[in-house]
């Protein structure tokens, strides 16, 4: 019977505060759903108030805790931030759940309240000692309150968690730059960066480290990787795509499909960006980023249509041009062939960026236009001196308009990344064609030694040839005569020359990767 009494009490008492705070709190929510457009704010209102009736009618409290913590979650997926931690709040008071005080904390800190989130987050932690998602956040609010040892604790227990987070190593990386050890950073960054490429936060972060160590060449370099990217590494946080999913914004949809891709759930990635196009359909960004994880399942035509559409909404999009003639490069038609390099040429006449470059550069190579291969690939190195993908290709497009400068093209390649076997193999191949056959024995000796293969032995044959040593050269290549670059310099021996070339027409060695 005390019991009940204080039950009671209690549900009384819950009553008697929710009337009080009603009028103050709704004041509030009427000025933060004020920019909603009208029938979404109608939508909240009707939420709030089916919260309100649960909390207030219902004796089980962790009914009454749900209760406000999906509404918590439905303003949360909308940015109204404010309304959600008190939703939280309100939960939290009535079920002090990990939930809701892993989604407290989040609301705290997207509102700037670091103590108090990193004091939500130390007691998720408690709690579930195995929750990588709490023990990153935990790291990254003690790091911005300027607690770098209960930061590099908290993140490297995330890091235990889930070694191959890029984002885990990025806020490591952070925690090292605030003690001044920008090694250990540098390091730290290039592993995530290794894991997530497509990140332009990591390219930045790249850069100012760079910078921080001296090193003013690797820095702009890192800054001209994409400059418009500021994406962020993805985090496999399934209680936040709970939230997105309670969404009725577009936005949050694409949210939603960016933590699918992060756990390469791509079917549905495309589901939640279907669902996202659905609900803003003039956007053309989305309709891209739908094609994309299209093309990325094999679903090439209904991913040229979203290309289509979204050229239809912005003809001028470079974007869609590019990611047009990505869908139609693998040449199957003719006409799509052709489709495909005349919207590269028009993404290049909107915006000369290097990824275009590099495919318009791909489709002259495979047309065996080597003039056209060369001019591509020489505004790719400009774009971006410091890769070594750019000074690869301009060599083997000049080395298909028998150009000898290829040479010093392979040497900066090889500069820039020195175990690229396909480069060493290039490279001793021009020199043996461009009359440096002292040089082209020497590498192709070390390149047998490495790998003893039919590219290696070819490569020495050339250079067997070079050298005047046409008997070992003829034994050399008629040992793998099957192989048509050995077949290629065979033909060219028994006519007293060396080959043009250092490759057969029609070898994949003149495809660059983007068409195999």
């Known amino acids: 019977m005390l019991a009940q009494t204080r039950r009671a009490c209690h549900h009384a008492a819950v009553t008697v505060a929710l009337a009080v705070s009603v009028l103050a709190v709704g004041m509030t929510e009427s000025r933060q759903l004020a920019d909603l457009p009208p029938a979404l704010a109608a939508t909240m209102r009707e939420a709030r108030g089916e919260a309100e009736r649960l909390a207030s009618t219902s004796t089980d409290a962790s009914a009454r805790a749900a209760a406000w913590g999906n509404l918590g979650m439905l303003y949360h997926a909308h940015r109204l931030r404010f309304l959600a931690r008190d939703a939280y709040a ?9 939930r809701w005080r892993y989604l407290h904390g ?28 709490a023990w990153y956040r935990l790291g990254v ?25 890029a984002l885990v190593l990025a806020a490591l990386a952070d ?29 930045y972060k790249l850069a100012m480290t760079h910078r921080a160590l001296g090193d003013v060449e690797r820095a702009t370099a890192w800054l001209a990787r994409s400059p418009e990217n500021r994406l962020a590494p993805k985090i496999d946080d399934p209680v936040l795509l709970e ?5 009725r914004s577009a936005r949050f949809y694409e949210i939603a499909a960016d933590w699918a891709l992060g756990r390469g759930d791509l079917d549905a990635a495309i589901q939640a960006l279907e669902s996202a196009a659905a609900l803003s359909p003039d956007d053309s960004a989305l309709a891209l980023k739908l094609a994309a994880v299209m093309g990325d399942v094999g679903r090439r035509d209904e991913a040229v249509a979203q290309v289509r559409r979204a050229l239809v909404l912005d003809e001028d999009s470079s974007a869609a041009w590019y990611r047009l ?24 006449t909107i915006i000369d960026d290097a990824r275009s470059r590099a495919l318009a550069g791909a489709f002259a190579m495979r047309g065996e236009r080597f003039g056209d291969a060369v001019r591509h690939y020489e505004a790719l190195v400009a774009l971006r001196p410091a890769d070594a993908y750019g000074h690869y290709w301009l060599s083997m497009a000049r080395l298909g308009a028998e150009d000898c400068r290829a040479r010093q093209g392979f040497d900066e390649a090889l500069r820039l990344r020195p175990d690229w076997g396909e480069a060493h193999i290039a490279l001793a191949r021009a020199d043996a064609l461009c009359g440096f056959a002292d040089r082209a024995l020497a ?3 070390t390149l047998r030694g490495a790998r003893d293969d039919a590219n290696t032995r070819i490569t020495q044959a050339f250079a067997d040839a070079a050298a005047g040593r046409v008997d070992r050269a003829k034994a050399l290549a008629t040992a793998d005569s099957t192989h048509p670059d050995a077949a290629h310099l065979l033909e060219a021996m028994a006519a007293g020359r060396l080959p043009a070339r250092p490759f057969a027409a029609g070898s994949d060695w003149w495809l660059p990767p983007e068409i195999r």
Do not use: C, Y
């Open 325 to 348: 003639a990505w869908l139609l490069r693998s040449g199957g038609k003719a006409a799509d062939t052709q489709v495909a390099e005349d919207a590269v040429g028009r993404a290049l």
């Open 106 to 133: 989040i609301a705290q800190a997207e509102l700037g309240e670091i103590e108090r989130a990193a004091h939500d987050f130390r007691l998720v932690t408690r709690a579930t000692p195995d929750n990588m998602p």
């Open 243 to 247: 939230v997105a999913q309670m969404s």
């Open 443 to 445: 590498r192709a000796k």
């Open 90 to 98: 309100a939960a939290l008071a009535e079920a002090g759940t990990v």
């Open 175 to 203: 925690v090292a730059g605030a003690r001044g050890d920008h090694r250990a950073a540098l390091g730290l960054l290039t592993r995530a960066v290794e894991l997530e490429p497509e990140a332009g936060q990591l390219a």
């Open 141 to 165: 609010s003690l790091l911005l309150g300027g607690e770098l040892a209960g930061a590099q604790t908290a993140l490297d227990r995330a890091r235990e968690l889930d070694d191959d987070s």
